[in-house]
């Protein structure tokens, strides 16, 4: 396997008391929490495993309606499987049909608190966060994702997946955008190479920096300035959005130094100033890095808890793609019903009829 893109060596792997109830509520052996590709992909690899996950899609959690990110993107055209493209909705819908088909209980809630401190780990939904009302697992796994960070300008929400975009690599081929007068707002590294990545598709790209000079590497700092199809316009920032109502047209700019105000005729705006990691669930309990996404030891999904994984976005700060969060999905599945499997077969209270026995053919891989 490949190593989890916010791999870190320096994890502190806790292992939690085990002497907490199970609740009389609910208990499973496995809960996840989110729905994009990454809790979905864990979700049937766990439900054919046959240990009856329950997955919590959220009821607009992180600002997203169950599915996650997807759910915002018009044509996705680089998932494998998907010749002819296919909308994020139509998929995501997709991942949650295969999820149920396994026999995943979906439960459309949002997980608004959970106790990490002893396993089984307790757990209660938006509204029941009484100490009376917790649920257990035997193990978590966190999906909750990440959203790219917006500047909410005038004329935003109309344009918005119209010509506005927060990930170059998913939405840059799409015809709307090609041949066309492109614009990227950001400094650093991932501005440089969202806009070098746009240069193969639009007729022009304009990048719009606020400072007077990039943040990025300077590698990448030389490779955007000379580029030919590039244009750097420093001290510039995007005031408004404008466009005839379904696609946008033009962006109203403002030198932040001269105050002078001009418009810029562009057909897309990608934003590329950082993501969000929705973490603010478990932050105080797991290790996160500097900007907030979850750690995990390299080449795993095993958190700073034993017991709890995390994949997808929310500790992916680099590729933050549809392909790479089902992956890492996978990879947390794959642990989690080895971490189980291994505890009951060290359980001698556990009857043999009640181990969980995988569905037949499944020996937790697709390859031989």
Not at 64 to 74: I, K, V, Y
Request: aromatic share 6%.
């Amino acid at each position: 396997m490949s190593p989890i893109p916010n791999g870190d060596s320096h994890v502190n792997v806790i292992e939690p008391q085990t002497k907490g109830e199970k609740s009389k509520k609910q208990h499973t052996q496995v809960v996840i929490i989110g729905s994009g590709p990454a809790g979905h992909t864990a979700a049937i690899y766990l439900a054919r495993a046959n240990l009856e996950p329950i997955l919590y899609e959220g009821m607009l959690a992180n600002g997203f309606a169950p599915g996650g990110q997807l759910t915002t993107t018009t044509e996705v055209e680089n998932f494998p499987g998907f010749p002819d493209g296919v909308t994020g909705t139509e998929m995501m819908d997709k991942f949650r049909a295969q999820s149920e088909r396994f026999g995943t209980k979906i439960i459309t809630e949002t997980i608004a608190r959970v106790d990490l401190t002893q396993r089984p780990f307790k757990y209660w939904t938006e509204g029941e966060e009484e100490e009376h009302e917790f649920m257990t697992a035997d193990t978590i796994i966190i999906a909750t994702g990440a959203s790219a960070k917006r500047l909410f300008l005038p004329g935003e929400e109309t344009y918005w997946q119209s010509g506005i975009s927060a990930c170059a690599v998913c939405d840059g081929a799409v015809p709307i955008f090609r041949n066309k007068p492109l614009a990227v707002i950001g400094g650093g590294d991932s501005a440089a190479e969202e806009a070098t990545y746009l240069t193969k598709y639009g007729s022009h790209v304009y990048v719009l920096v606020r400072r007077e000079e990039l943040r990025a590497s300077k590698i990448m700092a030389k490779r955007l300035t000379s580029h030919p199809k590039v244009t750097v316009l420093w001290n510039t920032v995007a005031t408004e959005c404008k466009g005839d109502g379904d696609l946008l047209q033009s962006l109203a700019l403002k030198n932040v130094k001269t105050g002078e105000e001009s418009e810029l005729k562009v057909n897309g705006l990608f934003y590329a100033i950082g993501h969000e990691p929705a973490t603010a669930l478990v932050k105080s309990q797991l290790e996160t890095d500097v900007d907030g996404y979850i750690k995990t030891v390299p080449g795993t999904a095993q958190t700073s808890i034993k017991g709890v994984f995390a994949a997808g976005d929310v500790q992916d700060k680099k590729y933050r793609q549809a392909i790479t969060s089902a992956g890492s999905g996978c990879m947390a599945a794959l642990e989690a019903e080895r971490l189980i499997s291994e505890e009951e077969a060290d359980d001698d209270s556990i009857r043999p009829e009640d181990v969980h026995v995988p569905a037949e053919g499944y020996l937790g891989t697709d390859k031989e």
